[in-house]
């Protein structure tokens, strides 16, 4: 039934809508792909029983006609999703077997649609990282290779395991979470297609927060379409999030194949850093040329304060998961480590439990917050924070929306950047900005490299206009045609 | 700023991870390494900007003072690395 794992979301939700296959039928090729490609170490958590018996149930209300948007489609959930009853562990040892007593509230929207679940897909820990390699778990592999190599390659982070899913076909599509990059950059380094909304369009009640002025929930999928059809089901106003905008969502999927003429598109010249190399380069004229024939005015834009984005929120970030991260305690839930007194309990168990990254960014944000330092580092990265946000309003009076590259490489081998914090960090210089800014992102595969990678184009919109991106979006597809896939070595 | 190893160590203590000894020094040469990179956001013109903490410019629903979940012990305690009855067990803080 490997036919069936290869379709789009669409196609599939039409082939049940047409009765040419159940979802228990659909389902089941699903578990049995994601079973023989444990090499890839992308489920952390497979639910194959859950899976089976969500499917029964959706063919049910099917035949009863009381089908939802997703019904009978098989995802993938980010590991940092809490499922009620289903093992959550954000992909740290502190969380232990942590099994939440409720759901979180984008998965709930999608099994109110009728969406079954798969299982728990792995990721950098607490979303902490740009190449899954801070996983608990260990790596993801990339189902990407280069062209003649076996090296193992990165799906990039921390939505690792959602990019590789959808790209190795284990899953329809996968919920994901991006807070300065984690949708997008995954997406480029797998092929696929990924959206981070605008901040407050999905609720992050019960998502495991790691910093939560920038966290945001979105999609990766294999078209643009199915993104749109995901974003749909997973957004909507929530009174558990007080931050969840209190916003209508637009039927985003009619926005995919509208016509793309008129509109103004930005290119920030401050992205062509120094050292990008010659091909992304080459893409993103590509890509330009593209919008270009599809009708679109290219204007040339400045956004002066990029440079300081990736620092500014190496202070943000930072200091939002170190408060995060205080309940971590060993007392009610999770890994307890004992010490001879409570202080110690608490040492013991929270040097156990995270990670060497984890445990880095909390001492940074617990430096930058601490007597002395708050007026230097973290309210100095909030002044540059709404001078980055200013940049956007200044470019939104010229442009309805802005072209760039989504990372500046293409998927790098395991270990290759794991002995600089800062070298790793550098992934996200194009991505992190529209955290800061509060902005709607995607990115979108647009092509090879010479070594057979994909690499993606990043389209930035205005807040609450993922609309257009859609639209710009579907034309980039169209025009990319991008039929790709990974050769199967799993 | 450089941060060296006794500033590792009163920040860990703060944040309430043990980091052992032999681990301050290379922390405080990766730390300082980070923070080294920040230092460009001093280049960064700022007077007179309102520090930005939130992307969104509603202010903060209120909504009404009435239970809306609770009363249910064994869904609280259900991951809890001990329990007793129907409470945590902590270690004891007071003699």
């Known amino acids: ?490 | 700023m450089a941060i060296d190893a006794a500033t590792v160590r009163k920040v860990a203590r703060l944040a309430r991870i043990a980091e052992p000894e032999d681990r301050l020094e290379p922390l405080a040469r990766e730390l300082s390494g980070i923070m080294a990179w920040i230092e460009q956001l001093n280049e960064v013109d700022t007077d007179g900007v309102e520090p930005m903490a939130s992307t969104e410019a509603v202010t903060l629903p209120l909504r009404d003072d009435v239970v809306t979940d609770g009363g249910d012990p064994e869904k609280v305690l259900s991951n809890a690395p001990r329990r007793s009855g129907d409470f945590f067990v902590a270690p004891k803080v007071v003699e």
């Open chain 1, 1 to 490: 039934m490997s036919a069936l794992t290869s379709l789009t979301l669409k196609a599939a939700l039409d082939g049940l809508a047409d009765k040419s296959f159940s979802s228990k039928e659909l389902t089941q090729a699903h578990v049995e792909a994601v079973a023989n490609a444990r090499a890839l170490n992308a489920y952390v958590l497979e639910t194959p029983e859950r899976a089976i018996a969500m499917a029964e149930a959706s063919d049910a209300r099917r035949a009863r006609g009381e089908a939802g948007a997703l019904d009978g489609a098989p995802l993938g959930i980010k590991d940092l999703f809490c499922t009620e009853g289903v093992r959550s562990t954000a992909c740290s040892k502190i969380l232990g077997d942590f099994a939440p007593t409720y759901e979180s509230t984008v998965t709930a929207n999608l099994w109110r649609e009728g969406a079954v679940m798969l299982g728990k897909l792995n990721m950098d820990e607490f979303a902490m990282g740009s190449s899954n390699e801070t996983s608990a778990f260990g790596p993801v592999i990339n189902p990407w290779r280069r062209t003649g190599g076996d090296a193992q390659l990165t799906p990039g982070g921390s939505s690792g395991g959602s990019a590789t899913s959808v790209a190795a076909e284990l899953c329809l599509g996968a919920t994901a979470t991006d807070t300065g990059g984690s949708i997008r950059q995954p997406a480029a380094f797998t092929g696929t297609v990924g959206i981070k909304p605008t901040y407050g369009r999905c609720s992050r009640w019960g998502v495991v927060a790691f910093a939560s002025s920038l966290d945001q929930a979105g999609p990766i999928a294999r078209t643009v379409e199915d993104a749109a059809i995901l974003l749909k089901a997973m957004a909507g106003h929530d009174p558990k999030d007080s931050t969840s905008l209190p916003v209508e969502t637009p039927d985003f999927p009619s926005f995919v194949g509208r016509s793309v003429k008129g509109l103004r598109v930005g290119v920030p010249k401050e992205y062509r850093v120094d050292g990008m190399p010659p091909e992304i380069e080459a893409l993103w004229e590509q890509g330009i040329a593209w919008l270009k024939e599809a009708g679109c005015e290219i204007v040339e834009v400045s956004l002066p304060h990029t440079k300081y984005a990736l620092p500014a929120y190496y202070i943000v970030a930072p200091a939002e998961a170190s408060s995060n991260l205080a309940r971590y305690d060993g007392m009610r839930y999770g890994l307890r480590v004992d010490g001879a007194n409570l202080t110690e309990t608490y040492e013991r168990t929270r040097a156990e439990g995270f990670g060497e990254e984890v445990k880095r960014r909390i001492l940074i944000g617990t430096y930058v917050l601490s007597a002395g330092y708050y007026d230097a580092y973290y309210l100095k990265a909030q002044k540059v924070r709404r001078k980055i946000a200013d940049d956007f309003d200044q470019a939104w009076l010229k442009v309805d929306a802005l072209l760039t590259p989504t990372a500046p490489s293409a998927a790098f081998g395991l270990g290759e950047n794991s002995d600089d914090p800062v070298a790793m960090y550098l992934n996200d210089i194009f991505t992190v900005t529209v955290n800061l800014a509060g902005l709607p992102g995607m990115s979108i595969p647009a092509g090879l490299d010479a070594n057979g990678l994909p690499l993606g184009l990043q389209l930035i919109g205005k807040a609450l206009d993922e609309g257009t991106l859609f639209s710009l979006g579907g034309a980039l597809e169209k025009a990319a045609a991008f039929k790709a896939k990974p050769a199967k070595w799993w």
